[in-house]
């Protein structure tokens, strides 16, 4: 690869271990993918938070960086923890969890990262603009950046992340490239989609057949899709496939088929066989779970009028909002926290159904709308899941 000076000061150690460990990431990721030379790269989002993923191994990796001095260079943010920071105990979670969550969530500040504890964190605030090169490693993430920002990000892991955050820096490679952003693969809508479950069941089943292909959507109207089904589209995609681009016609800032290119027809038959496949079980759940990709403002919002809709004054179950502490923030000064905890809900923040302990907790069925959670619940969590829309699972 050609480095620069600077580039090469860091691989030698000139500016010590943690710079040089990170630059050596980076060039054998370089060097794998034929990249030329680096990049700068103005944000970084960081995966690898939660305790229940990272284990002690990861722990460990993190505290030995701070030892070896590392800080970070450019904006770097993180992707969910483990629990909610504020109410962990309150949510019931195994204190011995607690304690080491904590630590790795030190161990990320003291390197200068900011604990967003955020899959979506260009809701909050951190939103690259088009062209932009970036390094974030949360797939549903990487998705949205790529596809509906026109930022410019591969599906970084956890420490190639960290890496480029030390060094500002990042192979180009991949997304990078004009030549990648192109899809061979168009899926042509024929059905009404309506909801953000619809999104995620489309996403759920494309992604199962484009793998790491860049699919291209064409019949979706612009006035019927918005940020929020674009989220939920991209995070399926990401899980049952590793989709880290896509476009939808008249709706993404990029839209690029090659000539040669498969196509697929997604209709009424394709959703309902996704739907049926999502919902492991039609049992009443013990837990309803929103939120995966962390929640919006106006998803909160649309529960908060289920609930005044519905007039419910007790949900037969827990129900867990999962959103981004300034969102939750947010949703508190409106008043629709003050709604939904009436009901008996609570707005969780830092954290997810995912990658929570929830199996420690004693959930063993558990609702979502969100084809990502309902790919990951099964595997993950060991849960069985109720998939459906919001008014079907709130109740
Ligand atoms: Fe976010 Fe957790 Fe879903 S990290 S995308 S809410 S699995």
């Not at 042509?188 to 996403?203: F, T």
């Not at 290119?261 to 209709?267: A, L, Q, Y």
């Not at 779970?289 to 007039?311: F, L, N, R």
Request: with cysteine; proline share 4%; aromatic share 6%.
């Amino acid at each position: 690869m050609n480095l620069t000076k600077q580039e090469q000061k860091m691989l030698d150690g000139e500016l010590g271990e943690a710079v040089q460990q990170s630059m050596e990431i980076l060039v054998a990721l370089g060097k794998i993918y034929s990249a030329e030379k680096m990049i700068p790269i103005t944000s970084a989002q960081i995966a690898g938070v939660s305790y229940k993923t990272i284990g002690n191994a990861g722990l460990e990796y993190l505290q030995e960086m701070v030892k070896k001095g590392a800080k970070v260079k450019i904006p770097s943010f993180l992707n969910p923890a483990g629990m909610d920071v504020e109410q962990w105990k309150e949510l019931h979670i195994p204190e011995n969890f607690a304690k080491k969550q904590i630590k790795v969530l030190e161990a990320y500040s003291a390197m200068g990262i900011r604990n967003t504890c955020t899959c979506t964190p260009y809701l909050v605030g951190v939103v690259p603009k088009k062209g932009e090169h970036i390094a974030w490693s949360e797939s549903s993430a990487v998705a949205y950046a790529n596809s509906v920002l026109g930022a410019r990000t591969n599906r970084e892991g956890g420490p190639s992340a960290l890496a480029a955050a030390i060094c500002g820096v990042t192979p180009k490679y991949g997304f990078h490239l004009d030549k990648n952003r192109v899809s061979d693969f168009v899926v042509e809508v024929k059905c009404d989609l309506h909801s953000e479950s619809d999104y995620g069941a489309m996403g759920y089943y494309v992604g199962e057949i484009v793998k790491n292909k860049n699919p291209a959507f064409i019949g979706i109207e612009k006035s019927n899709v918005n940020s929020d089904k674009l989220k939920a589209l991209g995070a399926a995609m990401a899980a049952s496939g590793s989709v880290g681009l896509f476009f939808v016609k008249g709706v993404t800032p990029e839209f690029n088929v090659s000539e040669k290119h498969e196509k697929i027809v997604f209709t009424e038959k394709e959703l309902r066989h996704a739907k049926e496949k999502m919902a492991t079980t039609n049992e009443q759940p013990q837990l309803i779970t929103i939120g995966c990709p962390h929640a919006s403002i106006d998803e909160i919002q649309k529960v908060a009028d289920i609930i005044q809709m519905k007039q419910i004054h007790k949900l037969k179950c827990q129900l867990w909002i999962c959103t981004a502490r300034d969102t939750k923030k947010k949703a508190e000064k409106l008043g629709l926290a003050k709604i939904i905890e009436a009901a008996g809900g609570k707005l969780v923040a830092d954290t997810c159904m995912v990658v929570c302990p929830l199996e420690q907790m004693g959930f063993t069925i558990t609702a979502c709308n969100s084809g990502k959670a309902a790919k990951y619940l099964p595997s993950l969590c060991k849960q069985k899941t109720v998939f459906g829309d919001l008014e079907e699972i709130i109740h």
